[in-house]
């Protein structure tokens, strides 16, 4: 449900959506597979937590930015999840603005990377 929405947020915005996963495995090898700027990655997955997800995608793929998209925003959850590489936060229940606000801004870090 999650990803129907936001996908359908991101339709006509300046984002492509490449692939989507309904687990924490299956999301490690559709980035392993695409090589996607920014995932959005809900900590919540079955098989492997997203923040498990996370800390592999890291290790594969540093330089892809992973935002994190929780209903839990309690400070272990935060603090583990940047801990472990996260660029941003999406916390839910969300919006268009929210989401694409926290896609600006990790944007604007890959923007600012690149020479």
Same mark, same amino acid.
């Given at each position: 449900? $999650?990803?129907?929405?936001?996908?359908?947020?991101?339709?006509?915005?300046?984002?492509?959506?490449?692939?989507? *996963?309904?687990?924490?495995?299956?999301?490690?090898?559709?980035?392993?597979?695409?090589?996607?700027?920014?995932?959005?990655?809900?900590?919540?997955?079955?098989?492997?937590?997203?923040?498990?997800?996370?800390?592999?995608?890291?290790?594969?793929?540093?330089?892809?930015?992973?935002?994190?998209?929780?209903? %839990?925003?309690?400070?272990?959850?935060?603090?583990?999840?940047? $801990? %472990?590489?996260?660029?941003?936060?999406?916390?839910?229940?969300?919006?268009? *603005?929210?989401?694409?606000?926290?896609?600006?801004?990790?944007?604007?870090?890959?923007?600012?990377?690149?020479?």
């Amino acid at each position: 449900m $999650m990803r129907s929405i936001l996908r359908a947020m991101l339709r006509g915005e300046e984002y492509d959506v490449v692939g989507e *996963a309904r687990n924490g495995q299956a999301a490690i090898d559709v980035v392993d597979r695409m090589k996607p700027d920014i995932v959005c990655m809900d900590v919540m997955m079955p098989e492997k937590s997203g923040i498990e997800a996370l800390c592999e995608i890291k290790v594969a793929n540093p330089d892809t930015e992973v935002v994190m998209v929780t209903s %839990n925003s309690d400070p272990e959850t935060v603090q583990e999840s940047i $801990m %472990n590489g996260a660029s941003g936060f999406i916390i839910k229940p969300f919006n268009a *603005a929210r989401v694409l606000d926290a896609l600006e801004k990790v944007s604007n870090r890959i923007r600012q990377a690149k020479p």
